[in-house]
């Protein structure tokens, strides 16, 4: 979108941009996992101090300012890019990870996951329709938005 070859797109917002306009779809909540094997995995009265002493994968497209206040930069000692690669290390049992918590819900019904304080850590993140700034909308696009149930008169 940002070299202008795209028309449109649905993208998490982590800062706006002035060339585009957004449009709110829906919001995505992330939760710290640990995996069986990890020293949390059955530790009981964890706090998210206590989450700060462990190594954490560092998901490099999620930039939420939030995530200092419950890890510690320091300690990130891998990063991927997708969160499946984030859920493969975390799967490790050696470090926790943030991921979204429709994605980790499977695994943690499997007992492979554990939310680590799910009511005090939890990251959230708004997904938004963006089309360029004051570009024309196309019947093709207005459809799409439609069919999303975007009105496109009305820009965050």
Do not use: W
């Not at 941009?17 to 939760?31: C, N, T, V």
């Not at 975390?90 to 994605?103: D, K």
């Amino acid at each position: 979108m940002v070299e202008g070859r795209l028309i449109v797109g649905i993208v998490p917002v982590y800062q706006r941009r002035e060339e585009f306009d957004y449009f709110p779809l829906y919001e995505e909540k992330a939760h710290a996992y640990c995996a069986v094997g990890h020293p949390l995995f059955t530790a009981n009265d964890i706090t998210p101090e206590v989450l700060r002493q462990y190594e954490v994968v560092n998901h490099r497209y999620a930039i939420h300012r939030d995530k200092t206040n419950f890890v510690n930069y320091d300690s990130q000692s891998a990063s991927a890019s997708q969160v499946e690669a984030v859920a493969i290390l975390v799967l490790t049992g050696r470090f926790i990870g943030f991921l979204p918590e429709h994605y980790a819900a499977s695994l943690v019904r499997e007992g492979r996951l554990r939310a680590l304080c799910p009511e005090h850590v939890h990251l959230s993140t708004a997904f938004n329709l963006i089309l360029r700034h004051n570009a024309p909308r196309s019947p093709l696009v207005k459809a799409f938005a439609t069919a999303l149930g975007v009105d496109l008169k009305t820009p965050l």
